[in-house]
């Protein structure tokens, strides 16, 4: 709820539901996740947080405001998790076929660490990251980063030397776009992603990320909305 450039954006209204509820529901619709979890804070502003999830539903965990990586590993240990498949949420649009894609890549390469963004291709906003729960913790061991901390799994993702990975993105025209901006930190994000979900939701719930593309390549004039806003390097907070 403290986001310094659009305060309470999980909150906001998509299809008169929070954020964080759509992608909750998306997640839920991924055939490889058994469970799908809230990590947020233990920061009283965030006690909304746990008043949604309650609502419907959805188990929470509540960690330190700062390291993301305890947080997650406290959800993990909650709820007997030994893989993990990390989403922000300020990402609404992040496709269920994706999340399926990139865990049964982990499975395949029996690697610690899968994604979908390690190499540019995808919108911003479309990012998975699957791992290993050993891995994360080995990972929270060998780093004390607080830019490693507050992003969960960095570590494990800019350490191929030390983690195995896999990656995917998009290889075909459909769905290479690197430079839209699907992701909610400002409120021209917001507009976006607004008209996108709603005129897509309107259509069919279960929309992929193919339709998202296909939406935005008919509206330049949408794609404009949020085109100058910067995204932040992973040392910003």
Same mark, same amino acid.
């Given at each position: @709820?403290?986001?310094?450039?659009?305060?309470?954006?999980? @909150?906001?209204? *998509?299809?008169?539901?929070? @954020?964080?509820?759509?992608?909750?529901?998306?997640?839920?619709?991924?055939?490889?996740?058994?469970?799908?979890?809230?990590?947020? =804070?233990?920061?009283?502003?965030?006690?909304?947080? *746990?008043?949604?999830?309650?609502?419907?539903?959805?188990?929470?965990?509540?960690?330190?405001?700062?390291?993301?990586?305890?947080?997650?590993?406290?959800?993990?240990?909650?709820?007997?998790?030994?893989?993990?498949?990390?989403?922000? %949420?300020?990402?609404?649009?992040?496709?269920? %076929?994706?999340?399926?894609?990139? #865990?049964?890549?982990?499975? /395949?390469? +029996?690697?610690?660490?899968?994604?979908?963004?390690?190499?540019?291709?995808?919108?911003?906003?479309?990012?998975?990251?699957?791992?290993?729960?050993?891995?994360?913790?080995?990972?929270?061991?060998?780093?004390?980063?607080?830019?490693?901390?507050?992003?969960?799994?960095?570590?494990?993702?800019?350490?191929?030397?030390?983690?195995?990975?896999?990656?995917?993105?998009?290889?075909?025209?459909?769905?290479?776009?690197?430079?839209?901006?699907? =992701?909610?930190? +400002?409120?021209?994000?917001?507009? *976006?992603?607004?008209?996108?979900? +709603?005129?897509?939701?309107?259509?069919?719930?279960?929309?992929?990320?193919?339709?998202? #593309?296909?939406?935005?390549?008919?509206?330049?004039?949408? #794609?404009?909305?949020?085109?100058? #806003?910067?995204? /932040?390097?992973?040392? +910003? /907070?």
């Amino acid at each position: @709820m403290a986001s310094e450039r659009l305060p309470g954006k999980v @909150m906001l209204p *998509l299809a008169g539901e929070p @954020m964080l509820q759509r992608l909750v529901e998306r997640a839920r619709r991924a055939s490889s996740v058994d469970l799908v979890i809230v990590a947020t =804070t233990d920061r009283p502003a965030d006690r909304i947080i *746990l008043d949604l999830c309650d609502r419907i539903g959805c188990p929470v965990h509540a960690g330190p405001v700062d390291d993301i990586t305890e947080r997650l590993l406290g959800a993990a240990r909650r709820y007997d998790a030994d893989v993990l498949v990390q989403l922000t %949420g300020d990402n609404p649009l992040v496709d269920p %076929g994706h999340i399926d894609a990139t #865990v049964a890549l982990l499975h /395949k390469r +029996e690697c610690d660490y899968a994604a979908n963004n390690l190499v540019p291709g995808l919108p911003i906003g479309f990012d998975v990251r699957a791992f290993r729960v050993a891995a994360l913790e080995r990972s929270s061991i060998l780093s004390s980063d607080p830019v490693d901390r507050v992003h969960g799994s960095y570590f494990l993702a800019r350490h191929p030397d030390l983690f195995s990975q896999a990656g995917w993105t998009a290889d075909d025209g459909a769905l290479r776009w690197p430079d839209l901006r699907l =992701t909610v930190d +400002e409120p021209a994000d917001y507009e *976006l992603v607004r008209r996108t979900f +709603e005129t897509l939701h309107a259509e069919n719930r279960d929309f992929r990320a193919e339709a998202v #593309v296909a939406l935005l390549r008919r509206h330049p004039d949408w #794609v404009a909305l949020n085109a100058t #806003v910067r995204q /932040k390097a992973a040392a +910003e /907070k």
